[in-house]
């Protein structure tokens, strides 16, 4: 067994949170694809209270829930903190990846469902969205200031994913002029160094995605 | 705004669980603060200047500083004052347990017991059974996660980070019962209430609960009328 194992699968961001951040930090570990239709016995021992992926493994020993997974990291690998080293600054990152975690579901509400209950997803989309342009990002270039920090990992489902959400639904969500700074973001974002070399296809999540929100209608 | 206020500030409510663990925390550390009790149904300037994302409770403000969210609360009080006691433990592996379950506790076990409080019927005996089901799950992964046996703080003389955000609000589940319904079967579940139990006794938890007569009243008047209510104001 590898010293470190992230359980994941290949089209959830918060796979994607965790695998940043070990890229970030130069950890070496090893990838394991889980199928979630089919869940393995190993995922099951490892996360037996949410049977869900991201799962970190080190020295044989879990972590479940990608933040948690990045404090941990953070704690054990210092180099290339994600979170600065000030308690007050700290403080705030926390309020904002709690808020990220409570309110950012609603976009996948949005790609899960229809009708009335849709169009209320939509709404607190859109006020997810204000929120965080006007208090959260402000005029720097990354929420973590010059350089990605653990506030933009938690928000790389709006970067990348919400996208394609809007496609597969037909409603634009994250519109330009609406959100200018947010929108800048997310470019600035995905152009990033290890950010830009560990994205999932979007063309191939277009299909992925599609079809998921096919069969969810149709067993509705 | 008014005058300035001492170096730490808690804008809090006194039937507020959230707010409990805060102070809970502050007292612990034996860090002075000043508390100022809001009015949810006429919020002051200051709150909704420290907190203009929520506009809740509780809010802690150092040095004109304002944190919100008790969990990034407490976590701020242990970096900034990292005098013992320790709320969190130092490895970053039992951390990251600590920080798993006290995210369970707020996702899935205050929510649960909220859906039993805002239900009646039958819809309320589907709620209490999951609401003990969610418990046995907490009760199991703890056990499973920590080697120190219920009551929590076994080894150590102070309470740690679990028992503060569990303890503000299980600590008061027998004014939530007297008020609403028998929520916790005690056969089902005799760790989480030994757990609980310990904790009360504890003094500094029985000195920082709202008293338990005041807070049985404002259930009663609040839950066992009319079963929709808006929980913000709580």
Redesign the interface.
Known sequence: MAEIELHGTWPSPYSYRVLWALKLKGIPYEYVEEDLSNKSPLLLQYN??HKKIPVLV?GG?P???SM??L??LD??WPQNPLLPSD??E???V??WV??IEDKGPSAWVVFRTSGEEQEKAVKDSLEMLK?IEE?ALGEKKYFGGDKIGMVDIACSGIAHWLQVIEEVVGIKILEPHKFPRLHAWTKTFKEAPIIKDNLPNQDEMLVFFKQAREKLLASA | MEKPRSEVVLYGTWASAYCTRVQLALKLKGIAYEYVEEDLTNKSESLLHYNPVHKKVPVLVHKGKPIAESLVILEYIDDCWNNSPNLLPLDPYQRAKVRFWANFYDQKIIPSSYAVVLSKGKEQENAIKEFNELLTVLEEGIEKDFSTKFPFNGEREALGFLDIVVGAHACNYRALEEAVAVVVEPKEHPAFLSWVTKLKEYPLMKETLPPHDKLAARMRERFSLAPKRNIATL
């Open positions: 037996p209270v080190h020993k972590i479940c829930e948690i997974i404090e941990y704690e054990t308690p007050y700290r403080a705030v926390r309020f709690k808020f929120t208090h």
